[in-house]
């Protein structure tokens, strides 16, 4: 074997065949995928089912804490998790560009099923494409992925939330999109730092069945707390108070923000969640996450208030301030 | 490590508000209008915006912005000229910090070359261009070099740099400004309705406080340095409102950690032996004599300008931005016939609404139309 992936890897001839068996279905292999047929068949239960599909385009391709591979299958999965299904099977998509080393592309696949694992979802179907240098970068992975709804999550709606619930978040944030500029960009000042990027399932399954009272779910991704906040607040109808004295920062998130002049607010998560909580219900919720390894530092960041759907932020000396929807990608300033 | 707010500086933060909030109900209760103070510089505006303090104290005085930073500020001209780099010179990588490319100018920004065939890459420091230029000497590396007098020093070093490694292929588009000439342009107008300046922490650091003393000694206005914490805030104004109430004008240095008297003259010489003043274009503001930096003729050889021959193009701008008198205090958001139609924060005009705490964007997002 070649160790660069070459044109012919994506012909379907024989080296595409040698690629699926020494690569995917030696590190992704399960009885469904195995059978390598058009399509992957599986019996339904009764109930619904969720549908979800993401592209994964991320660079560097790996990173502190992850790889494009870890993020696909936790992109996928956390978003079925925020919905209350129960991810089960994924597919995965592969665009490689040509001359992408061997090694790498086993190491995001060993990744992948790594996480998969973790998360307790097979990749039950795959595709592999290589497009010519320069017609992509590196590697571009999609991933769809197919859940049961449980009982608990499908009551989940944001038309629930109501003035008095609470906003709760499982840790810290900004950590992924930090780590991945700072790499991007070669930084020396957040030295430690590392991306969130985990599958939520787990922690999400032990708290719908801990408590009562989860109203709404969503994992704050591309444009960070801020812009989801916005979502739902736009959703609902209410506004959101955010306090910031409340919300867990790492200190080279801090720092690094600072430096650049991005807000942590505007910073994409991988492995964080909101969610909306009965009043009653939070302190509760917030205990349950702390007892997971994902959520030790949850906290309530927030409540839902009367209002027009807008979303605000007290801060630590007592000033309110509107946190508006991203306008564009968030770029550092110089003064 | 998850981070505790400091409790003790958070609770000075609380005192000095308070403080502030009853010296400036006295003040104006006293002069019988609200208080209105500026804010030079960028900077200070975001930490304003980012600490709520504008919202904490708008019962009792208004915080304005000011001309902002450099990037709000650069004119439609100057864009024109860096998408004519991008879009004629061969080989080429237009270099710029990453605030620049949402900037329009009359027909394009770099975002849109960008996302066309232009080849715009980002830095977060001069040098890192020259540095490129370097590993890359089939590229033609064109930075554009907009800053203050903070900024322009390490403009002045990474040309230093090209200049003794030779790296050939390292030019700029030189767009740097000078704040007190703009200071003086804005306090030269009758009309001015501004009680006192928070001058810019940072470009004070490099141009000392003394030689900012004209505000006081020349138009008579209050004005203090000060840095970007809460209290460093707080105080600065709390500085202005002891000099309002007593009807005093001197330009005080609440951030002495940071800012000496003479400030810093070598940060000074290095940009010197580069650059010389000249009359320049704020967006927003027209034209301000000595507000510019140009090479010196004996570095003309670094201006891509020259060195490409670009061809000067006149720009079309749209007629009516009111972003002066909106920096002056004379108009608001609203009397303006651009706001919210032909200027909004994804197509801005004025450095108003480029900034998205410019008081142009903050009025679009809050939705205010009056």
């Keep these: ?222 444009g960070g707390v801020a812009t989801t906040l916005n979502e739902i607040a736009s959703s609902s109808g209410w506004d959101v108070m955010l306090f910031e004295e409340k919300i867990p920062l790492r200190k080279e998130v801090t720092g690094a923000s600072a430096m650049l002049g991005l807000d942590p607010l505007y910073l994409a998560n991988e492995g964080k969640f909101l969610a909306i909580v009965d009043k009653i219900h939070a302190e509760p919720a917030v205990d349950i996450l702390r007892r997971h390894p994902l959520g030790r530092e949850a906290a309530i960041i927030g409540e839902i208030s009367e209002g027009k759907s807008n979303v605000y932020l007290k801060t630590p000396i007592g000033g309110t301030k509107r946190l508006n929807t991203l306008a564009g990608a968030p770029l550092p300033r110089i003064c | 490590m998850i981070i505790q707010p400091n409790t003790d500086k958070l609770a000075l933060a609380k005192k000095l508000l308070e403080c502030v909030r009853q010296k400036a109900r006295r003040v104006s209760g006293r002069l019988g209008r609200p208080i209105r103070f500026m804010e030079v510089c960028g900077t200070h505006t975001a930490a304003i915006s980012r600490l709520g303090l504008r919202d904490a104290l708008q019962e009792v005085m208004i915080l304005a912005s000011g001309p902002g930073c450099p990037v709000c500020v650069t004119d439609y001209q100057d864009i024109d000229t860096a998408v004519a780099v991008c879009r004629t010179v061969d080989n080429v990588v ?190 927003g503001l027209g034209s301000i004599p000595d507000s510019g930096l140009v090479l010196r003729e004996r570095y003309g050889y670094f201006d891509a300008g020259t060195r490409f021959s670009l061809e000067g193009q006149e720009p079309i701008i749209p007629r009516g931005c009111l972003c002066g008198d909106l920096l002056k205090g004379k108009a608001l958001p609203a009397d303006c016939r651009l706001f919210g139609k032909t200027c909004t924060p994804l197509n801005p005009v004025g450095p108003c609404m480029v900034s998205s705490e410019g008081a142009c964007a903050a009025w679009f997002n809050y939705g205010m139309t009056s």
């Excluded at chain 1, 009764?46 to 391709?61: E, M, N, Y």
């Excluded at chain 2, 329009?104 to 020259?130: D, T």
């Excluded at chain 2, 370097?134 to 040309?159: C, H, I, Q, S």
């Excluded at chain 2, 009309?191 to 030689?211: F, T």
Aim: net charge negative; proline share 5%; with cysteine.
């Design chain 1, 1 to 222: 074997m070649t160790d660069v992936v070459l044109l012919a890897h994506g012909d379907g001839g024989a080296l595409s065949h040698k690629l699926i068996k020494e690569i995917f279905v030696a590190q992704l292999g399960n009885p469904m995928l195995n059978e390598l047929s058009d399509a992957a068949l599986f019996s339904v239960r009764q109930g619904k089912l969720a549908v979800s599909t993401d592209s994964f385009v991320v660079d560097p391709i790996f990173f502190p804490g992850g790889d494009i591979g870890k993020l696909a299958v936790c992109g996928t999965v956390n978003d079925l998790a925020v919905s209350g299904a129960v991810p089960r099977y994924l597919t995965a998509s592969f665009i490689i560009e040509e001359g992408l080393p061997l090694k790498d592309l086993k190491m995001i696949t060993a990744s992948m099923a790594e996480t998969a694992r973790a998360a307790g979802v097979q990749v039950v179907a795959g595709d592999t494409k290589v497009v010519e240098r320069g017609h992509g970068d590196k590697v571009f992975i999609n991933t769809a992925g197919i859940g049961f709804l449980s009982d608990a999550g499908s009551s989940l709606s944001y038309s629930r939330i109501k003035p008095g619930d609470k906003v709760i978040i499982n840790g810290s944030i900004g950590d992924h999109g930090m780590t991945i500029l700072s790499q991007r960009e070669g930084f020396s000042v957040s030295s430690g730092l590392k991306s969130d990027c985990a599958p939520l399932n787990g922690i999400i399954e032990e708290l719908l069945e801990g408590v009562d009272g989860i109203k709404f779910m969503r994992d704050p991704t591309r």
């Design chain 2, 94 to 283: 237009v270099a710029t910090f990453g605030d620049m490319i949402k900037v329009p100018g009359s027909y394009s920004s770099l975002e849109k070359e960008k996302a066309g065939r232009g080849n715009v890459k980002i830095f977060y420091a001069p040098y890192l261009a020259v540095e490129y230029a370097r590993n890359n000497p089939d590229k033609e590396v064109v930075f554009l070099a907009v800053g203050f007098e903070t900024t322009m020093p390490t403009v002045a070093l990474a040309l230093d740099m090209a200049e003794r490694d030779k790296v050939n292929n390292f030019s700029i588009l030189p767009l740097g400004k000078l704040v007190p000439p703009a200071i003086k342009a804005l306090l030269q107008d009758p009309e001015l309705n501004v009680d006192g300046l928070i001058l810019p922490g940072h470009v004070s650091a490099v141009i000392g406080r003394k030689s900012q003393d004209f505000i006081a000694s020349y138009f008579h206005m209050p004005a203090v340095v000060t840095g970007f914490e809460a209290a460093d805030i707080l105080i600065g104004i709390n500085s202005l409102l002891k000099q309002l109430e007593t009807g005093a004008a001197r330009v005080e240095n609440r951030y002495r950690r940071v800012v000496a008297e003479e400030g810093n003259p070598e940060a000074r010489q290095i940009t010197d032996k580069y650059f010389a003043p000249v009359s320049a274009k704020w967006r």
